[in-house]
C-alpha cells in the first residue's frame, strides 16, 4: 500500500480498521479512479475480493453500511474474479492530497499515526518531513468483457 493511500485510508472514515487493510478481509487494494465508471471529481476506492467471506468482512460491511462517507458500493470482475468495491466521498479537506506535494497538518499526522499505530514504518516519515510529495495515479483495473444477451443471438 502507498504512502498516499495510506494517508487517505487514515482520513477517509472513521469507520475503517487498520485490520480491514490485511488478507483476513481479502483487502486488495485502493485506487484513485476506475475506468469504468470516470467521474468528475476525486474519487478514492478500495477493492476488497468478493470470495473472502468471514467475520472480518462481516464485521467490515456492517460498519460500512452506516457510514455516510461510502458513496456506492458495487462488484466487478477483473480476470474472472470478482472484486467487491467501496467508492468513498472525497471532502474538500482530503481533496487537497491528491496534489503532488502536501503538507499535513498535526491533526491529521495524529490520525495517521493513531491509525496505523507507532510501529508502522511510514509514521516516522510523516512525523520528521515538512512536504511529503506523493503519486496518486492508481487506476482501479478494466472489468471483463461479458457478453450481453444481445450480442449472444
Not at 14 to 29: A, E, H, R, V
Request: contains cysteine; proline residues 5%; hydrophobic residues 35%.
Amino acid at each position: 500500500m502507498s504512502l498516499f493511500d495510506k494517508i487517505i485510508v487514515s482520513l477517509i472514515d472513521p469507520n475503517l480498521k487498520s485490520i480491514d487493510f490485511t488478507s483476513l478481509t481479502g483487502f486488495i487494494g485502493c485506487y484513485t479512479s476506475d475506468p469504468d465508471k470516470p467521474s468528475d471529481g476525486k474519487q478514492f476506492l478500495i477493492a476488497f475480493d468478493d470470495n473472502v467471506r468471514n467475520d472480518y468482512t462481516k464485521d467490515l460491511s456492517i460498519r460500512l453500511s452506516k457510514s455516510l462517507n461510502v458513496k456506492n458500493t458495487y462488484v466487478k470482475v477483473i480476470k474472472t474474479k470478482p472484486y467487491y468495491i467501496y467508492s468513498f466521498y472525497v471532502n474538500p479537506d482530503i481533496k487537497k492530497y491528491y496534489n503532488t506535494t502536501i503538507n499535513m497538518p498535526t491533526q491529521h499526522k495524529m490520525k495517521f499515526i493513531k491509525f496505523w499505530s507507532e510501529l508502522d514504518k511510514d509514521v516516522e516519515k510523516i512525523c520528521s518531513t515538512v512536504a511529503i510529495q506523493l503519486n496518486n495515479d492508481e487506476k482501479l483495473p478494466l472489468e471483463d468483457y461479458r457478453p450481453s444477451i444481445l450480442n449472444i443471438a
